[in-house]
Nanobody, 118 residues
Framework: QVQLVESGGGLVQAGGSLRLSCAAS????????MGWYRQAAGKQRELVAS???????NYADSWKGRFTISRDNPKNTVYLQMNSLKPEDTAVYYC????????????WGQGTQVTVSS
């Protein structure tokens, strides 16, 4: 049974920063690209950023320059550093492994809530 545990969310003011963490199994981190997703109320889940097993990061254009994804394989953890947060960033953030076709594998955890006040 694959477990993904997201943490680091919270309430911050606009312009503030948060660092999200996702801890998973060694197997996941050794085999799969990891992605950070978010889902705002009333909206579909969307991919924010991903990072390959070799450390190659990819970002959607909307988040380039503000968000940084990284991974620490010995700790089986992927991070999302979020800076210059905006109220529009308010969402539940999830991590999940991504297959070779760019699809999430469905190991959705509880996520971590990020709320950005205006």
């Amino acid at each position: 049974q694959v477990q993904l545990v997201e943490s680091g969310g919270g309430l911050v003011q606009a312009g503030g920063s948060l660092r999200l963490s996702c801890a998973a199994s060694r197997r996941i981190f050794s085999l799969y690209t990891m992605g950070w997703y978010r889902q705002a109320a009333g909206k579909q889940r969307e991919l924010v950023a991903s990072i390959t097993t070799g450390g190659r990061a990819n970002y959607a254009d909307s988040w380039k320059g503000r968000f940084t994804i990284s991974r620490d394989n010995p700790k089986n953890t992927v991070y999302l550093q979020m800076n210059s947060l905006k109220p529009e960033d308010t969402a539940v953030y999830y991590c999940n492994p991504i297959d070779d076709l760019g699809l999430a594998l469905g190991y959705w955890g509880q996520g971590t809530q990020v709320t950005v006040s205006s």
